[in-house]
């Protein structure tokens, strides 16, 4: 089993609308926990950074939430764009104690119509 | 500044031949990190540098692949001899120091197909 969950595997949405990609991980304890974007064709790209401790953290039109007792993460998109069809990775730092491991989720295909 | 280099971009090959993929990290980034992605997953960690040292190669399939850092700056992976099922996209990364702090920087990837 992935010690990195994320959910829906993919997403369709109207062009201004909002969505929200999830994030379940089993990865404890961990440093921190980022979500990419990767366009087709190039490699990942950080949206943001967040430790245990912070359970909100924005990036322009991303909002990405943070709930460590559960174990969850979200990545919120606003008023998406054509620009936004990508796919997202969440990713949990396992930490110094277990040799600096990055767990990478599968990732969720987003992709925004007009 | 210039991101992540990698070359070639694609490559495409015959099985059994060897192939080798360059990357040229970020100015200044000690660590350096080789990814392979299959299609529809997040990336897979084949190898970690930090400057010249290979501190965590547990993933890399040491019959076939090897890697270099000299002088703790570019990096070339190898794969020889190459099989189907080495056939993925291979990225580099780089961070400035820590790992478990410091963003990565994705470089855009070579995609290998072995015919």
């Known amino acids: 089993k992935n010690q990195v969950e994320q959910s829906p595997q993919s997403l369709i949405i109207l062009e201004g609308k909002n969505c929200t990609l999830q994030?379940?991980?089993?990865?404890?304890?961990?440093?921190?926990l980022r979500w990419y974007k990767q366009d087709t064709g190039r490699g990942p790209v950080s949206l943001t950074i967040m430790t245990f401790s912070e359970n909100t953290k924005s990036n322009g039109r991303y909002t990405a939430t943070l709930d460590a007792d559960t174990k969850q993460s979200s990545l919120h998109i606003t008023a998406s764009q054509l620009s936004d069809s990508a796919s997202y990775i969440c990713?949990?730092?396992?930490?110094?104690?277990?040799?600096?491991?990055?767990?990478f989720g599968a990732g969720t295909i987003l992709r925004v119509k007009s | 500044e210039a991101g992540v280099v990698q070359s070639p971009r694609y490559k495409i090959i015959e099985k059994k031949q060897p192939v080798a993929f360059w990357c040229n990290p970020i100015s200044g980034h000690n660590t350096l990190y080789w990814y392979l992605q299959n299609l529809g997953q997040g990336p897979e960690l084949l190898i970690r540098?930090?400057?010249?040292?290979?501190?965590?190669d547990s993933q890399l399939p040491k019959d076939r692949f090897s890697a270099e850092r000299l002088k703790g700056v570019d990096s070339t992976l190898k794969i020889q001899p190459a099989e189907l099922g080495d056939s993925a996209v291979y990225l580099c990364?780089?961070?400035?120091?820590?790992?478990?702090?410091?963003?990565?920087?994705f470089g855009p990837g070579t995609r290998l197909t072995v015919l």
């Open positions: 990713v949990v730092s396992a930490g110094r104690e277990y040799g600096n491991k990055l767990v």
């Open positions: 540098y930090e400057n010249e040292e290979a501190v965590d």
């Open positions: 990364a780089s961070s400035h120091r820590d790992p478990t702090t410091d963003t990565q920087y």
């Open positions: 994030c379940n991980y089993t990865v404890s304890p961990f440093s921190n």
